[in-house]
């Protein structure tokens, strides 16, 4: 199994909810301790997810529709204003929504025109309940379930993390996290 960002995430919560069948596993980026950039830090400090639910936005895409309504319109351009690191700027809208959603997850130069072209083919809707649990678990910095409990989950990940036979790559601060 390889699973990446909050897939890994979740493919973590099922490992630790029992998933059986799985022999060996590569996790990147993120798993059951969770680092986040100081713009995301913000973003679910402020409980922005539970913000906009409450706004009536039940769901969050990356695609740019030419038609769209003037609240699509505006938080496009509202967008351009998001601060990210000079050489990763571009004009595009949809590009600007991935960034504001899910952080940076790429270096521009490292994409291809084509690629570029056609982010929202992999950025569809997601649900703003998920973004919900994701905030929950970056303010937390470890996994919590959706309701925010998380007895069961902390004794879990300290009996199966780290273990000889699951080797999780992590960040150097999400390892520290992780001995605590
Ligand atoms: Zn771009």
């Not at 600007?96 to 950025?123: D, G, P």
Request: aromatic share 10%; net charge positive.
């Amino acid at each position: 199994m390889v699973a990446h960002c909050f897939g890994a995430t979740t493919f973590t919560m099922a490992l630790l909810a029992g998933l059986q069948g799985v022999r060996s596993a590569v996790i990147s980026q993120t798993s059951a301790h969770v680092v986040v950039p100081a713009i995301t830090r913000l973003k679910t400090g402020i409980h922005l997810p539970w913000l906009l639910d409450e706004l009536g936005v039940k769901s969050l895409t990356a695609y740019v529709d030419k038609n769209a309504d003037w609240k699509a319109k505006l938080l496009d351009h509202a967008l351009r204003l998001y601060p990210i690191a000079a050489d990763e700027e571009c004009r595009s809208p949809v590009c600007h929504r991935i960034t504001f959603l899910y952080a940076l997850l790429y270096e521009h130069a490292q994409l291809n025109q084509a690629t570029h072209l056609a982010l929202h083919e992999l950025f569809q809707f997601a649900s703003i309940r998920a973004f919900e649990h994701i905030a929950l678990i970056a303010n937390k910095g470890h996994l919590v379930a959706f309701d925010g409990a998380e007895g069961t989950w902390i004794i879990w990940i300290a009996w199966r993390f780290p273990s000889p036979s699951f080797t999780a790559p992590r960040t150097p601060a999400s390892c520290r996290r992780a001995r605590r």
